[in-house]
Antibody
Framework: QLQVQESGPGLVKPPETLSLTCTVSGVSITSRGHFWGWFRQPPGRGLEWIGSIYYGETSYYNPPLKSRVTISVDTSKNEFSLQLRSVTAADTAVYYC?????????????????WGQGILVTVSS | SYMLTQPLSVSVAPGNTARITCDGNNIGMKSVHWYQQKPGQAPVLVVYDDSDRPSGIPERFSGSNSGNTATLTISRVEAGDEADYYCHVWDSSSDHRLVFGGGTKVIVL
């Protein structure tokens, strides 16, 4: 049974770097056919895609965040990570890691079938 | 950039049918996925690829997609269906972006 779990600091000072890790259990992160992604939701607002990575190689980022974001994979630990640089209060949100899968067509078009529980990250000095 | 528009809220009496729309340019050409999110919880996939249901999702949840509008339909609404609902597509036309609608609050009267 696939499980994904976010971890990291709940408070980050501006303009530091927000760093989160997603631990994957129940399946290898190198299994083909799935994108692994990061999403966020500011308090009281909707969902936003941050970026996704495939097989530890190809990555895609949301253009408004692209200059500040890096997503990487550590296959030895079966986990993937998010780094968001130069944060401001506007980056305060619940951050989710997730796996896409189970749809038809290209993998990035697949639904987000497995979500972590989310982690609240507050950006404040 | 591609945008998805959803109504802010939909109100429905128990036992009736709720229809949540998701408007986007030629959305009928894309695969649309729908999520349910209750307060303090992660989203849950309820419909994928326009009209398919994951295992464990009741048949009361159904979807359709044509032209410029995708629709999530909840039949025989129950109190437990009160939640926020989001549509989602992959936009291949600009930087391979994943796009979400703004979300619709379903209020069970």
């Amino acid at each position: 049974q696939l499980q994904v779990q976010e971890s990291g600091p709940g408070l980050v000072k501006p303009p530091e770097t927000l760093s989160l890790t997603c631990t994957v259990s129940g399946v290898s992160i190198t299994s083909r056919g799935h994108f692994w992604g990061w999403f966020r939701q500011p308090p009281g607002r909707g969902l936003e895609w941050i970026g996704s990575i495939y097989y530890g190689e190809t990555s895609y980022y949301n253009p408004p965040l692209k200059s500040r974001v890096t997503i990487s994979v550590d296959t030895s630990k079966n986990e993937f990570s998010l780094q968001l640089r130069s944060v401001t209060a506007a980056d305060t949100a619940v951050y989710y890691c997730a796996r896409q899968g189970g749809g038809s067509g290209w993998y990035l078009s697949h639904p987000i079938a497995s979500w972590g529980q989310g982690i609240l990250v507050t950006v404040s000095s | 950039s591609y945008m998805l528009t959803q109504p802010l809220s939909v109100s429905v009496a128990p036992g009736n049918t709720a229809r949540i729309t998701c408007d986007g340019n030629n959305i009928g050409m894309k695969s649309v996925h729908w999520y349910q999110q209750k307060p303090g919880q992660a989203p849950v996939l309820v419909v994928y690829d326009d009209s398919d249901r994951p295992s464990g999702i009741p048949e009361r949840f159904s979807g359709s997609n044509s032209g410029n509008t995708a629709t999530l339909t909840i039949s025989r609404v129950e109190a437990g269906d009160e939640a926020d609902y989001y549509c989602h597509v992959w936009d291949s036309s600009s930087d391979h972006r994943l796009v979400f609608g703004g979300g619709t609050k379903v209020i069970v009267l």
